[in-house]
C-alpha cells in the first residue's frame, strides 16, 4: 500500500477506501506481487543452483498464499500436522513439505512420516523412539547451535536454556543414538530466532552447523532456517539478504567441496515473504479525549492483531481516509475489554471517526495468530492478484461462532420443577 496522487492504493492502483468500503472492516488484504518480488529476491541471492526456499507457513495459511507459494515453486515448513494437512490441501506434494514440530508426540511425527514429508526431529529422545521404530529412515535434526539473536526473549530460540533443538554440546549422544539405531541423518537444521540483523552472527551459526556435518556422512541437505528481518519503521534496518546470499553461497560451496558431495542448501522464511504484502483495515469508532491523551479507539483489537499488545512490535499506521489533513498525535486503541493498545503517540493526519486507518506489515503472524476473544468475528481476508482482488477468506458469523458448542441443553431443572415458593 502507497500514496499516490492524494490516495492509498495498493500495487494494481486499487483504491484501498474502495476496497474497505466493498468488504467492509476489519479486514486483511494481501499484495501477491509483493510476496513474488520477496520469494525472487530470496532465490535470486544465492549464486548456487540447488538452494531451497520452503516457506514457514505459521505466518499466515491462507490456503490461496499457499497456493501461490507453491506455483512459484517454494517449499514449506510446517509446525503442527495440522499445517501439514493445509499444505496437502493446498497442493504441495509431502517430499516439498518439512515437518519441524517442536515439543510434539511421537505420534504425531508418526503422521507426518506416513504422509511421506520430511521429518525435523528436535529432541533426543524422539529421536531414539523413532529410530527404533524405522530403522534406516531419513530425517533432519534440529541442532542449537546457542547463537543469541533475535528481536525479543519470546522469538529468540538459539540460547542455552531454550526448548528448541539439540544442544551442539549433546553431539556424543545424537551419534550413539544414530549408531544404535540405525536412522539416516539427512539433513541438518538451526533456527535461531527471528529478526536477525547481523550477517556476520548468522554466518557463524552456519559455520558451526558446517563443524556439525562432517560427524554425518549421509546428508542430503543443509536448513538454516529463518531470520530474515524485514523493515518495519521507515528507519528501520533490515537483512541485507543479496549480501548474505552471496556471503553463504561462498562459504556454503566451500563446505560442500571439503564434505565431497553437493548438498541442497535450505531456507524457510515466514515474515520474509509476506509480512509486507499484508495491509490491515480498521474503522475509527470513537475519538476520544481525556486528560492526558487523545485516544482513537478502532473496531479491532488484541483479537485480530496481538503483535503489538505481545511482542511489543511496531507496526506503522496510516489514516487512509484523510491523507492530506494536518498531523496530530493519537493513541491508537482496540474495542476488547482489556488494555489492547496498538500504539502509542503516533503521528497520523487528523482523524475523524469513522475514517479508516491501515496497518502496514500485517501480513505475518496477523490473521494466524487472531482469536475469538469477546466473541468477536475474525476478519475477512483479500488477496490482490494480478490487479483483481479476490476474497480469500470470508468474514465469520454467529454460525460460525456457534459451529462448535453443543447445543443439546443439560438436564437442568426445568421452571416447572423449581419448589414452590412458600
Ligand atoms: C517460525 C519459524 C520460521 C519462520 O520464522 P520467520 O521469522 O517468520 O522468518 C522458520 N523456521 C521455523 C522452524 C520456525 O519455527
Redo the contacts with the bound molecule.
Keep these: 500500500m502507497h500514496l499516490q496522487d492524494g490516495q492509498y492504493q495498493f500495487t494494481g492502483g486499487e483504491s484501498v477506501r474502495e476496497i474497505a468500503a466493498k468488504y467492509g472492516t476489519p479486514l486483511y488484504v494481501y499484495e501477491a506481487d509483493i510476496m513474488y518480488r520477496q520469494y525472487r529476491r530470496l532465490c535470486d541471492a544465492f549464486s548456487i543452483p540447488n538452494a531451497r526456499i520452503y516457506y514457514?507457513c505459521?505466518?499466515n495459511t491462507n490456503l490461496q498464499i499457499l497456493r501461490l507459494l507453491n506455483s512459484w515453486g517454494a517449499g514449506l515448513?510446517c509446525?503442527s500436522i495440522q499445517e501439514v494437512h493445509l499444505g496437502i490441501k493446498a497442493g504441495f506434494t509431502p517430499e516439498n513439505i518439512l515437518f519441524?514440530p517442536?515439543c510434539v508426540s511421537l505420534e504425531e511425527y508418526e503422521m507426518a512420516f506416513d504422509i511421506g514429508t520430511l521429518i525435523n526431529i528436535d529432541n533426543i529422545s524422539i529421536l531414539e523412539q523413532f529410530g527404533q521404530a524405522h530403522p534406516g529412515a531419513k530425517v533432519c535434526i534440529r541442532i542449537n547451535p546457542h547463537i543469541m539473536a533475535g528481536g525479543n526473549s519470546k522469538?529468540s530460540t538459539g540460547h542455552i536454556d531454550s526448548k528448541f533443538g539439540i544442544s551442539i554440546h549433546q553431539l556424543p549422544h545424537v551419534l550413539r543414538v544414530v549408531e544404535s539405531t540405525g536412522i539416516h541423518i539427512a539433513g541438518l537444521h538451526m533456527?535461531t530466532g527471528?529478526?536477525i540483523l547481523d550477517v556476520e552472527v548468522f554466518l557463524n551459526a552456519c559455520d558451526i552447523l558446517f563443524g556439525v556435518a562432517a560427524s554425518f556422512p549421509d546428508l542430503e541437505y543443509i536448513d538454516f532456517?529463518?531470520?530474515?528481518k524485514v523493515p518495519y519503521k521507515e528507519d528501520d534496518v533490515s537483512t541485507d539478504v543479496e549480501e548474505f546470499g552471496q556471503e553463504i553461497s561462498k562459504r556454503f560451496e566451500k563446505f560442500c567441496r571439503s564434505y565431497g558431495r553437493d548438498l541442497t542448501l535450505m531456507f524457510?522464511?515466514?515474515?520474509?515473504l509476506v509480512s509486507e504484502s499484508g495491509t490491515f483495515l480498521v474503522r475509527t469508532n470513537v475519538i476520544k479525549t481525556t486528560v492526558s491523551t487523545v485516544f482513537a479507539g478502532v473496531d479491532s483489537g488484541l483479537n485480530h492483531m496481538i503483535r503489538p499488545m505481545f511482542y511489543n512490535a511496531w507496526h506503522s499506521i496510516e489514516n487512509v481516509s484523510n491523507p492530506e489533513g494536518r498531523t496530530r498525535i493519537y493513541t491508537i486503541v482496540g474495542y476488547i475489554c482489556e488494555t489492547d493498545t496498538f500504539a502509542v503517540d503516533r503521528k497520523l493526519t487528523e482523524v475523524h471517526e469513522g475514517d479508516i486507518l491501515a496497518f502496514h506489515n500485517a501480513g505475518?503472524?496477523c490473521y494466524s495468530m487472531a482469536s475469538n476473544y469477546n466473541s468477536r468475528f475474525r476478519p475477512p481476508e483479500v488477496l490482490i492478484w494480478k490487479g483483481k482482488d479476490y476474497l480469500i477468506r470470508r468474514r465469520e458469523t454467529l454460525e460460525d461462532l456457534l459451529a462448535l458448542q453443543q447445543h443439546a441443553s443439560l438436564p437442568l431443572p426445568s421452571t416447572e420443577d423449581a419448589p414452590e415458593q412458600e
Excluded at 532456517?225 to 530474515?228: A, I, T
Excluded at 524457510?268 to 520474509?272: D, L, M, T, V, Y
Aim: net charge negative.
Design positions: 514457514a505459521k505466518a515448513d509446525v519441524t517442536n522469538i533456527h527471528s529478526d532456517g529463518s531470520g530474515f524457510e522464511p515466514g515474515k520474509f505475518a503472524y
